[in-house]
Antibody, heavy 116, light 107 residues
């Protein structure tokens, strides 16, 4: 069955960096748009970024543009999110999501906490 | 950016009730709207796409309607498993946005 497993979350100081990874299995990864969606504690869902199946099309939410970089490796069935210049307001559970634009499959999420 | 506004924010209902949640877009999004269900501590689950298409495996008591700027998610007969938070998402523009969520609580 479809599995999306995020890793790389943790505690980081403001201004720091983290790289999230997502390992995909159970579907043809190279056929799917992939996205990162985040959810701050007790808050709603926020779309962060998506990347097309080939990687040729990428978009970011204004809140992360210039600080975050999405990428994928179709040979490794993996999705990444490089997060730089992290702020307290980036604290959230980050979900790796397959599909687009309707979001079909979701991972269980990885928590990123930005705090001094 | 296109803003999505859901109402109500919280809804109290009983098992067996018919429940309707509304999602309004700040500009026309045609039928490019999806609905998700999220339970505490879990990832969201896709219920409806393209405003009214039911995702495979989703019970038929869930239905979606609308186009342009106003959309509804209806649960025809609320079941115990349906108490959760529901989100709409627009994908008309390349910047996707979610509504703020509607929590369906037990009355």
């Amino acid at each position: 069955q479809v599995q999306l497993v995020e890793s790389g979350g943790g505690l980081v100081k403001p201004g720091g960096s983290l790289r999230l990874s997502c390992a995909a299995s159970g579907f043809t990864f190279s056929d799917y748009y992939m996205s990162w969606i985040r959810q701050a504690p007790g808050k709603g869902l926020e779309w962060v970024s998506y990347i097309s199946s080939s990687g040729s099309t990428i978009y970011y939410a204004d809140s992360v543009k210039g600080r975050f970089t999405i990428s994928r490796d179709n040979a490794k069935n993996s999705l990444y999110l490089q997060m730089n210049s992290l702020r307290a307001e980036d604290t959230a559970v980050y979900y790796c999501v397959a599909g687009g634009p309707a979001l079909d499959y979701w991972g269980q999420g990885t928590l990123v906490t930005v705090s001094s | 950016d296109i803003q999505m506004t859901q109402s109500p924010s919280t809804l109290s209902a009983s098992v067996g009730d018919r429940v309707t949640i509304t999602c309004r877009a700040s500009q026309s999004i045609s039928s490019w709207l999806a609905w998700y269900q999220q339970k505490p501590g879990k990832a969201p689950k896709l219920l409806i796409y393209k405003a009214s298409s039911l995702e495979s495996g989703v019970p038929s008591r869930f239905s979606g309607s609308g186009s342009g700027t106003e959309f509804t998610l209806t649960i025809s007969s609320l079941q115990p498993d349906d108490f959760a938070t529901y989100y709409c998402q627009q994908y008309n523009s390349y910047l996707w946005t979610f509504g703020q969520g509607t929590k369906v609580e037990i009355k």
